[in-house]
């Protein structure tokens, strides 16, 4: 292998799996940074894309180098790039933007219908050294180290989410307790939400719950009714709150049946087609619904970071960590259902 190659997980055949390669280290424009990968999260997308879905087949490129949720440390910058240094850590947006649309134009960048995602549409950060724009980069302080850093672009999902209601004092319900359910909860309960509920049908992952969020109440819905949660603690009508993380059906309409008249959802979770939704039950309880997508950009980055620095903490969401070597372990960690979050170490 000569210097300027480096090992990369790639989708490099059009089926089942990933494989690691040899690539070329990217060569930077003037407006972009080479980032040296320290650590990286694997996320549901990219199981999505190991198991080379309809959804994969339609929107990943062959060959693609995987992976979006990463932190580093940059290793060069193009001659226009200002404010960033070799050497300082990062972490960085994974949505290469476009500057054309009405949405970007107004600086609702995460609304951006030409958005390009790093390991789906671009080349990724499963690799020793990602290219990133230089708009894209998110310095990190000292106080979040690598393998959080690595974990911020679910961590953004939970926090855009969340905070996409008032929270404060509320009650709240979140369904389905994959890591970036939990990661909701624990945001909810740093930003003051009375109670917090979560609901999954798996029992390790209501475990895991339990470990992140201080305070949770887990509920199995095949098991427990939540009727009898909403008096058990003592609420007069049901949950202010709702965000559902699941795409699943029946968790949609417990969320409904649940919440209080005017109640408000927050959809990140994505169910597997159409689904058959009782509008009835959302109009005549005067339900708010906001479908989610990404983050805000910076917005989210920014109120994470400062959360982050101020006492909440996701640590225990990472329940796996391997060598980058070791990713089959990793995959198949992820593919098993009940982990939190795998996090790579590329050095
Ligand atoms: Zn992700």
Not at 106 to 127: C, M, S, W, Y
Not at 287 to 297: A, D, L, P, Q, S
Request: hydrophobic share 45%; aromatic share 6%; with cysteine.
């Amino acid at each position: 292998m000569t210097t300027n190659e480096m090992r990369a997980l790639v989708k490099a055949k059009p089926e089942v799996g990933l494989w690691m390669e040899h690539r070329p280290v990217p060569e930077i424009g003037p407006d972009d940074v080479l980032i040296r990968i320290h650590k990286t999260g694997i996320c549901g997308t990219d199981i999505h894309i190991w198991n080379w879905d309809d959804w994969a087949q339609r929107t990943v490129p062959v060959p693609l180098v995987t992976g979006h949720e990463f932190a580093g440390e940059i290793v060069d910058m193009g001659r226009n790039v200002e404010d960033l240094k070799i050497g300082q850590r990062v972490s960085g947006e994974g949505h290469l933007i476009g500057k054309h649309s009405r949405q970007s134009r107004a600086g609702k960048f995460h609304l951006d219908p030409e958005t390009r995602g790093i390991g789906v549409n671009e080349q990724g950060a499963f690799a020793e050294y990602l290219r990133l724009p230089a708009f894209n980069v998110v310095p990190l302080p000292d106080a979040i180290d690598d393998e959080i850093g690595a974990i911020l672009d679910p961590l953004g999902n939970a926090v855009h989410t969340a905070l996409s209601f008032d929270l404060v004092g509320e009650d709240l319900l979140i369904t389905g307790a994959g890591p970036i359910g939990i990661m909701a909860g624990a945001v909810a309960r740093h930003v003051g939400a009375r109670h917090v509920v979560i609901t999954d049908l798996n029992p390790d992952r209501l475990a895991l719950a339990r470990k992140v969020v201080k305070d949770v109440v887990v509920v199995d819905p095949k098991e427990t009714d939540l009727a009898a949660i909403v008096s058990d603690l003592g609420m007069k009508q049901g949950f202010d709150v709702g965000l559902e993380m699941s795409g699943s059906q029946a968790a949609l309409d417990q969320m409904v049946e649940a919440l209080v008249m005017g109640g408000r959802i927050a959809l990140l979770g994505i169910p597997p087609g159409k689904s058959p939704v009782d509008w009835s039950r959302i109009v005549f309880k005067a339900i708010t619904i906001k479908g989610v997508y990404g983050r805000e950009i910076f917005e989210t980055w920014y109120k994470m970071i400062a959360m982050l620095e101020n006492g909440l903490d996701v640590r225990p969401v990472i329940t796996h960590r391997f060598k980058a070597a070791d990713f089959r372990d990793g995959f198949e960690t992820m593919r098993g259902g009940s982990s939190g979050k795998v996090v790579l170490d590329w050095r």
